[in-house]
């Protein structure tokens, strides 16, 4: 070998040497992200990430964080969140809500609750100051009331008109967009700790039956947090998503590698595995995980979902799913 062939493969491997450590600090750099990170549901989550961002940045917990940034989208008239939202079958708007904090695993619920102004707050107080994980229907309200939360005496028979009259328009019209207000919101916080906390709030299915529950306060379905890993939250069609357990599973498949947007993907593979109605089964979710990485899938397409932190706030579209797997 020449003295010249000699240098030639030093500088070479020099270089690929160079190449390899750049690439590194990339992807370095790709798998922490920017904290604090909000994530949650559709393009109405945007406020209330906002929000969230705002009482982290002033010096709020977490859990302050969750709770005050739900109440933006549970005051906003949403039509599918808080007391403006559908009412069930009996003309009667009943309401769901969940808090998890991740640094001590602790969990609050509330379900088919009635004429309190902020379900989110309810859970919280559930999980702060009882032994138990959830109260539902009149025990869920005594218990607010007590704990001197809002309550709002509603028109429940002027709720239902009007929405009997919204869904008979959107018949007529079956093939307009989807009004933007129109489903769950599933909120997830990562702080610049690395601890993690989320919530969901929702007034669940229009038309259902008194007492039907969703997965929105389910822990595991509607939302899940793990410390250790990351969260999830879910949105669409409750029965579809709880039957899986799927905002625990896409934790579960974060805890094996996967990046949240992957781990999304294949908790909606897995349930197409099983379902008879393909890709019309209405199951969206968001996810985050420790590095500060994000990401959403969804299985209807008009699904979006709103990512914040210090540097920007947006709305972010669908990324799909991908082919199946056989």
């Not at 798998?31 to 989550?45: A, D, H, N, R």
């Not at 100051?129 to 607010?144: I, N, P, S």
């Not at 822990?219 to 799927?246: F, H, K, P, Q, W």
């Not at 979710?285 to 959403?296: I, S």
Request: proline share 5%.
């Amino acid at each position: 070998m020449t003295r010249r062939k000699f240098l030639n493969q030093v500088a070479v491997g020099v270089a690929a040497a160079t190449a390899n450590t750049v690439a590194r600090s990339a992807e370095s750099k790709e798998e922490k992200g920017e904290v604090p990170l909000i994530v949650s549901t559709w393009p109405f989550g945007k406020a209330s990430n906002d929000e969230a961002l705002k009482i982290l940045l002033g010096g709020g917990s977490l859990l302050d964080a969750v709770e005050k940034g739900i109440w933006v989208t549970e005051s906003s008239g949403n039509g599918s969140v808080g007391l403006s939202g559908s009412p069930n079958a009996a003309g009667v708007v009943q309401l769901d809500a969940c808090i998890m904090n991740g640094p001590d695993h602790k969990a609050g619920s509330v379900a088919g609750l009635e004429g309190i102004r902020h379900p989110i707050s309810a859970a919280r107080r559930v999980m702060e100051k009882t032994r138990h994980v959830l109260l539902v229907g009149e025990g869920a309200r005594m218990f607010a009331l007590e704990e001197g939360l809002e309550s709002v005496e509603l028109n429940s028979k002027e709720r239902y008109e009007k929405w009997q009259k919204q869904r008979a328009s959107q018949r007529a019209k079956p093939a307009e967009k989807k009004p933007d207000n129109h489903d769950t919101i599933a909120l997830l916080v990562l702080g610049k700790d690395g601890n993690i906390a989320g919530g969901c709030s929702t007034s669940g299915l229009g038309g259902k039956l008194p007492g039907r529950v969703g997965d929105s306060p389910i822990i595991g379905s509607g939302l899940y947090v793990d410390n250790e890993v990351g969260a999830a939250g879910a949105t669409g069609l409750g029965e579809n998503v709880m039957r899986y357990c799927a905002s625990f599973l896409i934790v579960e498949f974060m805890r094996q590698g996967m990046t949240p947007h992957e781990a999304c993907v294949q908790a909606i593979r897995r349930v197409m595995r099983t379902e008879p109605k393909g890709t019309n089964l209405s199951i969206n979710f968001v996810a985050l995980d420790k590095q500060g990485r994000y990401g959403a899938a969804g299985t209807d397409g008009g699904f979006q979902y709103s990512v914040t932190t210090p540097g920007g706030s947006r709305v972010l579209p669908n990324p799909g799913i991908g082919t199946p797997e056989r």
